[in-house]
Nanobody
Framework: QVQLVESGGGLVQAGGSLRLSCAAS????????MGWFRQTPGKEREFVAG????????YYADSVKGRFTISRDNAKNTVYLQMNSLKPEDTAVYYC???????????????????WGQGTQVTVSS
């Protein structure tokens, strides 16, 4: 099992930027797909971006493509989500998640990911 801790959320004006971090500990020697999800009250958790740790393959939700960038730092066991050109509709609690890599990718359902962080609030004001 891998433990995940997010940081970097906050309040930003529309058009601004934030960078979220997700620090992994525990069984970090295993190969994972790392995902960022977000959730607003009354809605299901929504996929934002994913990265396969070992090979760096990346995929995004259409709603954030071109604005958000996912990356990882192997030495720090940390995954980042750089969010630019933020919009009020990006306001949500953002979660980091991990799934053991089984050779398939483009997993986008929260049900596929077994390890989760506690979440970090991102608020974008208009």
């Amino acid at each position: 099992q891998v433990q995940l801790v997010e940081s970097g959320g906050g309040l930003v004006q529309a058009g601004g930027s934030l960078r979220l971090s997700c620090a992994a500990s525990g069984r970090t020697s295993s190969n994972y797909i790392m995902g960022w999800f977000r959730q607003t009250p009354g809605k299901e958790r929504e996929f934002v971006a994913g990265i396969i740790w070992s090979i760096g393959a990346i995929y995004y939700a259409d709603s954030v493509k071109g604005r958000f960038t996912i990356s990882r730092d192997n030495a720090k066991n940390t995954v980042y989500l750089q969010m630019n050109s933020l919009k009020p509709e990006d306001t949500a609690v953002y979660y980091c998640a991990a799934k053991l890599y089984d050779g398939e990718y483009y997993y986008r359902s929260s049900a596929d990911f077994g390890s989760w962080g506690q979440g970090t609030q991102v608020t974008v004001s208009s």
